[in-house]
């Protein structure tokens, strides 16, 4: 008998079992990228909580956010001195009223890719983190490389702030600001490569992070605005022309940094998804490109030439139009695909045919959603989870075709099953024949009771 110490794991009904049980089938997960299997023991909670590493990845990422605020707050608000004066810091009820009207555009393109995250949402977690790191991590490195590399090509001397000037924001900041944005996407590719499952799941994730960069730069290039009016002689009315800055960049160009970190996205996601080591390395790689040169781009045509305002404002329809194609097609693409792998598992006969289109529109997956909010919390919560649990499996199937996941996913197949047959009984799993139960009685009873306090009251 061994007498080797091994550290013990838990079985399904609560017991321990030894490692070398469990060690071989978790080290398989872990090679195709599997989350391990859940214990959903009431009892161990706060204990999966604790031992949870994205918990202490999420403490660490939010105090290293902070703390780059903070850096980048000292690096602003202290004076800047040039040749024709000095220009004072940025104070702090200054960028309190610039994140004032910086918020709304962050709140919109916010909302709008979060919204288009619905066949395998991310967790909000994730979402919190990438718009953190764009608003917070990608700033702080891209203020300090850009300066250090506007130092390099030797504009120092040139009148106002070195990285602003024409070279480093069309040569130098395209490339630095889209790798700084475009790293949490490379982080979480390593470390949950199969919750990045679909184009939407990347795309959301780079618009976020984008979103989070633009919002902060924003604050800085409306604060900036403010504090020079005030100190410039001359300068006119420093509100309007503040007013005109956040309309051009909060509204006609906001779709700049989601548009390019939209296109690092779409690469990486097919490099995740395809079992080719050479289109694994060429596709993130070449989205990259794509997205700094496009940036450049837009950076070079905005400090060679002033477009017109209506110019500005067709380019603004045309790029949203052109981003909503992209939206929109890339969710009719993984709607086909929910359907084609789900429709693998009706004809091994462990699905009803009848399911399968209920998981593969929007229209009934909306239905769905909206009548099990009104049958309750647990029929809601049981509808959403299992409407989840179809998506993964149509992708775990769907990455087991392209060869991305190995036989590990077999398990992790039958864990599906099971939670989808548990989960049956609870959730709503056809739309067809389904009707919204609204209370007319109450809407009745409170038209009624409008009728008789306006027979009570006094004429005129």
């Known amino acids: 008998m061994s007498t080797t110490q091994t550290t013990p794991g838990w079985t399904l009904n609560g017991q321990l079992e030894p490692a070398h049980n469990i060690r071989p089938e978790r080290r398989a997960r872990s090679l195709s990228g599997l989350p391990p299997k859940r214990h959903d023991e009431a009892g161990n909670r706060w204990l999966r909580l604790l031992t949870n590493p994205w918990t202490w990845i999420s403490v660490v990422l939010f105090q290293l956010y902070a703390v780059t605020l903070y850096l980048v707050w000292r690096q602003l608000s202290a004076d800047q001195v040039f040749p024709e004066g000095v220009v004072p810091g940025l104070d702090w009820a200054t960028l309190k009223e610039c994140a004032g009207y910086a918020a709304p555009t962050a709140a919109v393109w916010s909302l709008f890719f979060i919204a288009f995250d619905r066949l395998r949402p991310m967790k909000p977690l994730f979402w919190l983190l990438a718009f953190g790191w764009g608003s917070c991590m990608s700033i702080w490195l891209s203020l300090n490389i850009n300066s250090w590399a506007a130092q390099l090509l030797n504009v120092s001397a040139s009148p106002g702030d070195p990285a602003a000037q024409a070279r480093p924001a069309v040569f130098v900041a395209p490339f630095v600001e889209e790798a700084a944005k475009a790293t949490f996407l490379f982080l979480l590719a390593v470390l949950v490569r199969y919750r990045i499952v679909s184009g939407l799941q990347s795309i959301c994730l780079a618009g976020l992070a984008a979103i989070g960069f633009a919002f902060t730069e924003n604050i800085v290039y409306y604060a900036r605005a403010l504090v020079y009016g005030s100190v410039t002689t001359g300068a006119g009315d420093v509100e309007q022309a503040v007013q005109q800055l956040v309309f051009l960049r909060g509204v006609i160009t906001s779709f700049g940094h989601p ?114 909010v009104r049958r309750g919390w647990r029929t809601l919560r049981a509808t959403l989870a299992r409407m989840r649990d179809m998506s993964e499996l149509a992708y775990l199937r769907d990455a087991m075709v392209r060869g991305v996941v190995d036989e590990a996913g077999h398990e992790r197949e039958r864990e599906l099953l099971g939670q989808l047959q548990a989960l049956r009984p609870l959730a709503l799993v056809e739309a067809d024949g389904l009707r919204m139960e609204i209370p007319w009685h109450r809407l009745a009873f409170w038209r009624r009771r409008r009728a008789v306090a306006a027979s009570h009251w006094p004429a005129p």
């Open 259 to 372: 548009l390019f970190t939209m296109l690092t996205g779409i690469g990486l996601v097919i490099g995740l998804r395809t079992r080719s080591k050479l289109v694994r390395i060429l596709a993130p790689l070449t989205g990259f490109l794509l997205s700094a040169l496009g940036h450049m781009a837009f950076n070079g045509m905005s400090s060679i030439s002033e477009m017109s305002m209506r110019r500005l404002v067709i380019q603004f329809v045309i790029v949203i139009a052109v981003i909503l194609f992209i939206m929109v097609r890339a969710l009719r693409k993984e709607l086909q695909r929910i359907r084609t792998r789900l429709g693998d598992y009706v004809q091994l006969g462990w699905l009803d045919a009848r399911e399968v289109p209920n998981y593969g529109t929007v229209r009934r997956r909306s239905w769905l959603v909206m009548v099990a």
